[in-house]
């Protein structure tokens, strides 16, 4: 037993007494649990990465065999490289700092014992998934995170709306994850094995480059990963989750169950790279997903769905990433996400918190003064979300584009859409921020956020910004990246293009020198914002496409047609038994003349029979 | 001659059966009916088959019949049943099932009284019957008595004073 | 081979009549006393039926079969009376067409 095993344990022990303690713990102690376990559990992932990274050996933890059946006995077991290490420390340090976060932000909540519940349930779940050695164990992990999403998504349950938001976001998360599922079935039949060094050893031998095989199972597990990472086209649960509290979506709508997806592409990347079919779809699954939630970015003014736009968006960067093949820089581009959204989740957590719930950025403004660390942490997570110079978004955001870039044929176009998306992303990010801190001030906040707030965002303002020269124990993971003498007035343009979206920004909405109004008034662009504003019409086209029908089948087969057969079949037994009765007189002469009648026909039938 | 009985026999038989069935009064009903089995023996008598005519005297017209007029009686206790048992002394509910008993008697002198003792038929005598029995009909005798035993305990069961059940008052 | 000097024929009518006379009895009298007789009647005419074919082969089967009769006859009644008792003390009547408890 040693302390890899405590990492997920603390966590599940803490979650499993405060669900056990039905909400009888007293505030103080639930929230010394809540944050005392992940913390411990941070120390533990620290601990274990200071070794690491002394030593740099592959870890490999078995606790026993989960369960065995014919050839197929899956362990559960622990499998620690430096990716695993990677988003251990992401998870467990990221998730302290919005743990202690928590306490305050929840104080008052009159649920608080079930919220660090759920919370600790994720965290354990998520670190599961992360550390898991086999795809089965890893699912398992999946679907608890899916568990605690949904969940937490509905915290607030007395509010119907909550409950819709949370339904939806499992139920279209739950798609991806039938893929998932189909997809480990294709592994397992065809590769014997779930375990994932084994199994990727074994698709290298058994399977060519371009096969039909590897193309199904990678595109199966890529819906997974759509699912999970809020990607085109499964991605319209994301906005909605928003209706959990702030932190949550801090978590586990920013910095790491979303990009789980990510993380599984980037596992299994051996059996992707069999399949250069699915990993295109990949680089333009990530591109699309990208400048559509950018977009819609721009017309939001809801503060959480900006940033949830924004966060599909940037996880669209790592599937570009991904999909260019340089599995680094996407797990590079998670990490810097991870701490810059979670950062600006936070930061926007604060204003709500202090301005009565108020979400709307319109009736917010002049913070800046108000609420100078807030404001402060917005900027450096705006600046890092735009990927400004020298801001650890910038390290990340820049390899993608290069990466981008030095693909074959299809590289420019994905580099010239990222740049778009980049440009947009300037300008969403930085529209936020001048309309809620800057300009005259029209709600007054009523407190300021206590130290249990500040510091996770003041450590994560410092992570923001110096995140990019963290240097990712990554090597050996990943195949190395070929590369490719980039043209330097390709770098100057993704460093410049951020710039422009800021400068475009401060001429819309601060300067005043670009009229939004004047570009709002031709019919077509109201139209289009509008169209930007619903999400380009995702959840109308899923409606109709899906969700009518369905309801449309479910209303018509809600009685039963069916049915209708044995219960005809019923009713007319029964009209059959009611007319049978009036024969059940209980009269014993009528029995006896109904038998001699009987014996008469029968006597007759026999005579005419005879020869 | 023997024909003759025989047809006077059948005869009696069947008016006795028909009067039986079609009286309103239980007892006399009973009375014809015994003098319809006592019919039926003598036709038995001159079929060859005296062991089944005395086993059709005894324990039908015998037992049986004797099993009904307990039933009877022990339906009509009192008073009134008791004045209607001074009726049935009356003549003429007796004249006619005494008369037809009496011309079966006669019969049976008659047949008894000739020298050859003939029946219209070949006998069969109750040796062969018994050895029939017990030889390839044992199976039948064991479920006869079986049937017997099951009869013995069903009349115990039903006869005992009241049967309480549930729902009854 | 005829053993009878009576045409078989005639007592088997006889027979047949009897059993018609018991069934009618069985089907039109109210009273069970009576239906219990009718049944007597019926069952005798049987082993009429048998002896005289026993008779006519000169076997000694249609002997026993009048035994294996008189013994149904004997349980049947006994069995049979009981009920009556019961009836007459459930229903305070002989009245089959009003003991009818067992009606759908």
Not at chain 1, 70 to 92: C, E, H, K, N, Q
Not at chain 1, 406 to 419: C, K, M, R, V
Not at chain 1, 545 to 568: F, S
Request: hydrophobic letters at 60%.
């Amino acid at each position: 037993m040693n302390s890899i095993v405590l990492i997920p344990l603390l966590p599940l022990l803490s979650a499993a007494v405060l669900i056990l303690s039905t909400g009888k713990m007293p505030r103080t102690v639930a929230s010394l649990m809540g944050a005392g376990s992940i913390g411990l559990s941070a120390l533990c992932v620290a601990l274990l990465a200071s070794s690491f990274l002394a030593d740099g050996e592959i870890r490999e933890l078995t606790l026993w065999t989960w369960m065995s059946i014919g050839d197929f006995s899956p362990r559960i077991a622990f499998y620690i490289d430096g990716l695993t290490i990677v988003m251990m420390s992401v998870i467990t340090g990221i998730g302290f700092l919005i743990h202690l976060y928590s306490i305050e932000f929840m104080w008052d909540d009159e649920s608080l014992c079930r919220y660090f519940a759920y919370m600790n349930l994720f965290v354990a779940a998520m670190l599961l998934l992360v550390m898991a050695d086999n795809l089965l164990l890893l699912y398992l992990g999946w679907e608890g995170v899916g568990l605690c999403s949904y969940l937490l998504v509905g915290f607030w349950y007395r509010d119907p709306d909550n409950g819709a938001a949370a339904r939806k976001a499992f139920i279209v998360t739950r798609i991806g994850d039938t893929a998932m599922a189909l997809g480990l079935f294709l592994l397992l039949t065809e590769l014997g094995t779930l375990d994932i060094q084994p199994l990727m050893v074994a698709a290298n031998t058994q399977w060519q480059t371009g096969d039909t095989l590897p193309v199904l199972a990678t595109a199966l597990l890529l819906g997974g990963a759509v699912g999970k990472s809020a990607q085109l086209p499964l991605h319209t649960w994301l906005p909605d989750a928003m209706a959990g509290p702030t932190p949550v979506s801090a978590l586990i709508h920013a910095a790491t169950m979303v990009t789980a997806g990510v993380y599984l592409i980037a596992r299994t990347y051996g059996l992707f790279l069999l399949a250069p079919a699915t990993l295109e779809a990949v680089a333009w699954i990530g591109l699309a997903t990208l400048l559509i939630a950018a977009f819609a970015a721009l017309a939001q003014n809801d503060i959480k769905r900006i940033l949830a736009y924004s966060t599909i968006s940037q996880i669209g960067y790592m599937f570009l990433a991904l999909g260019v093949g340089a599995f680094a820089s996407g797990i590079f581009h998670l990490v810097t996400h991870a701490f810059f959204k979670a950062l600006l989740f936070l930061a926007a957590g604060a204003v709500i918190h202090c301005l009565h719930h108020e979400h709307n950025i319109f009736r917010m403004g002049g913070l800046r003064s108000r609420l100078p660390v807030v404001f402060a942490s917005f900027v450096i997570g705006s600046a890092a979300l735009a990927a400004l110079p020298f801001t650890s978004g910038f390290y990340s955001k820049d390899a993608i584009l290069l990466a981008a870039w030095s693909l074959q044929d299809i590289g420019p176009w994905l580099w010239a859409g990222g740049l778009l998306g980049a440009l947009l992303t300037g300008i969403y990010s930085f529209r936020l921020v001048f309309i809620v801190f800057f300009g005259e001030a029209r709600t007054e906040p009523d407190r300021q956020p206590g130290w249990k707030m500040a510091g996770p965002l003041i450590l994560l303002c410092v992570l923001s910004i110096v995140g990019g020269w963290i240097a990712l124990p990554l090597a050996g993971v990943f195949p190395a990246a070929e590369s490719h003498p980039v043209n330097h007035s390709v770098e100057w343009i993704s460093i410049g293009v951020p710039l422009l979206g800021l400068l475009l920004a401060y001429l819309m909405f601060l300067g005043g020198q670009i009229s939004v109004d004047k570009l709002l008034s031709a019919p077509m662009a109201r139209r289009l914002v509008d169209f930007w504003f619903s999400g380009w019409r995702f959840d109308q086209l899923y409606d109709l496409l899906w969700v009518k029908p369905y309801k449309a089948i479910a209303h018509w087969w809600r009685n039963e047609p069916v049915d209708a057969l044995y219960n005809g079949i019923v009713a007319a037994s029964q009209w059959g038994h009611r007319r049978l009765l009036i024969l059940q007189n209980g009269e014993l002469r009528w029995y006896a003349t109904i038998m001699v009648l009987g014996l008469v026909l029968l006597l007759a039938v026999m005579l005419r029979n005879a020869p | 001659m023997i024909v003759v009985l025989f047809y006077i026999a059948a005869v009696i038989a069947l008016a006795a059966t028909v009067a039986a069935l079609t009286r309103t009064n239980a007892t006399h009903a009973l009375i014809y009916l015994i003098v319809s089995l006592l019919a039926v023996a003598v036709m038995f008598f001159l079929m060859g088959a005296p062991f089944a005519a005395a086993l059709e005297v005894v324990i039908y017209a015998g037992a049986i019949m004797v099993l009904f007029v307990f039933v009877i009686m022990m339906l009509n206790l009192g008073a009134a049943g008791e004045a209607r048992e001074r009726q049935w002394l009356a003549g003429r509910s007796w004249f006619v099932p005494g008369s037809m008993a009496a011309l079966l008697l006669l019969e049976m002198l008659l047949v008894l009284g000739d020298a050859h003792g003939v029946t219209s038929g070949t006998a069969v005598s109750p040796k062969v019957v018994g050895m029939t029995l017990f030889g390839p009909y044992l199976l039948a005798v064991e479920i006869a008595s079986m049937l017997l035993l099951s009869g013995l305990v069903g009349a115990y069961h039903l006869g005992r004073r009241f049967i309480v059940r549930r729902g009854d008052h | 081979m005829d053993g009878l000097m009576v045409p078989m024929e005639h007592v088997l009518v006889v027979a047949g009549l009897l059993f018609t006379c018991g069934l009618f009895g069985l089907m039109l009298r109210r009273n069970i006393i009576f239906m219990l007789m009718s049944l007597e009647v019926m069952l005798n005419s049987a082993a009429l039926a048998f002896v005289t074919a026993g008779a006519h082969w000169a076997q000694a089967d249609g002997q026993v079969m009048f035994m294996l009769i008189l013994t149904v006859a004997a349980a049947e009644v006994a069995v049979g009376l009981g009920l009556v008792l019961q009836i007459q003390r459930r229903f305070k009547t002989l009245d089959m067409d009003r003991a009818n408890r067992l009606r759908g």
